[in-house]
């Protein structure tokens, strides 16, 4: 969603034209069907939408264009593979109502995959969900990255209470004041010993409800990382 609102963008398989067939995807030599993505932009009108249409073949040059984050003015940030099966992030600026050549972030390279920018409308910074360093197999831990006199610096690890080396973190998102992340996660509570018969309870009542194993939605206050004063707090979200 741009800042304002007036308009979205998304990634869809959609076909390119009426009646052609659903975009496949094409990445790290192999071919996904139906599960190509290019980026499409639709105005808001009212209460209402309009038409979607798709971005320009400077943005979607491939059939792994995914993940859109708009800043305030208008630039685009996404995630495209490389020709592995690794993705990277990429910004395009937006000048004069024409999106230029989008160029990769200095920080996001080949080794390793970057996924899901979620970026602050006024590019101070970026969080992104990543398997590098210290991540463990194919795992994504978040991770951010401050922007400075239009120069993006090193990504750091949002904490081992945050995200987990060894848990899947991904799909980020930000609050309407950008200050909250909310974001998906496989994360376990561990379990505490020795346990009381009630703690006991307690624990199987959460294991019933939410703490399964499966990617359930948390949040954490970003405030620390973005204006350091105090100790960052993460918690499921509802919990």
Avoid: C
Wanted: charged letters at 25%; zero cysteines.
């Amino acid at each position: 969603m741009a800042p304002d609102g007036s308009f979205l963008v998304f990634a869809s398989s959609r076909p390119l034209a009426e009646g052609g067939a659903v975009l496949d995807g094409s990445w790290g030599g192999q071919t996904y069907q139906g599960r190509g993505g290019n980026l499409w932009r639709v105005q808001r009108r009212g209460i209402g939408w309009g038409e979607p249409t798709r971005l320009p073949d400077i943005i979607n040059r491939s059939t792994a264009i995914f993940a859109p984050a708009i800043v305030n003015d208008q630039s685009l940030y996404f995630m495209e593979a490389t020709m592995t099966t690794k993705f990277r992030i990429y910004r395009s600026q937006y000048r004069n109502g024409v999106y230029q050549e989008p160029e990769p972030l200095p920080f996001s390279g080949v080794a390793w995959s970057d996924v899901d920018p979620v970026v602050a409308p006024d590019e101070s910074f970026m969080v992104f969900p990543s398997t590098r360093p210290p991540v463990v197999g194919n795992n994504h831990a978040l991770f951010i990255v401050l922007r400075e006199d239009r120069h993006w610096g090193e990504p750091r690890l949002l904490e081992s209470d945050i995200s987990g080396a060894s848990s899947d973190e991904i799909e980020a998102r930000l609050s309407p004041d950008h200050r909250t992340l909310y974001f998906s996660s496989d994360r376990r509570t561990p379990l505490a010993f020795p346990r009381t018969r009630e703690t006991a309870r307690r624990d199987d009542r959460r294991i019933q409800e939410w703490d399964n194993g499966l990617l359930n939605i948390w949040q954490v206050d970003l405030s620390p990382w973005i204006a350091p004063k105090r100790s960052p707090r993460v918690g499921q979200v509802g919990r």
